[in-house]
């Protein structure tokens, strides 16, 4: 799930007005950033484990709220974006196969093997989130045009 995490940190975005919009959709799909960091080093990465791993997400979500903070200075951005990075996990059962503990079992429902089906469970959560966006006070404009959710979906 790459643009329904984006629709979530739309929605969140949305609710929590005094956050940055960019740290939340890095944050949104930190772990996808990880495994393609991990991927381009040559470091195997077995079903998700240095990524998408409890642990593994705990840790990238204190990183990622800490620098968050360090760079806004708002407690509220550091907030939501280490909540982002956590909401990922869960959404992931839903497009996803991976393992969510080291020795864990495989979860998910393995929805990308069905990209219609993946669209369909990701487009409407990509949707909601952005006309949540663009009906808030102060959202940013390049986020709530009509060609954002287009280039998107």
Known sequence: MIVGHVGVAAAARSGWRRTSLPWLLV?????DLVDVALAAAHVCNPYGL???TVPAAALLAAVLGGAALLVTGSRVTALVAALMVLLHLPLDLVTGHK???PGGPM?????YRHPLVDFLVEAPILLAGWW???RSRGAPWWATSVLAVCVLL
Do not use: E, K, T
């Not at 944050?27 to 772990?31: S, T």
């Not at 979860?107 to 929805?111: K, P, S």
């Open 132 to 134: 949540m966006l663009r």
């Open 27 to 31: 944050a949104c799909v930190a772990p």
């Open 99 to 101: 393992i969510f503990w």
């Open 50 to 52: 240095y990524s998408h």
């Open 107 to 111: 979860l998910g429902l393995d929805v």
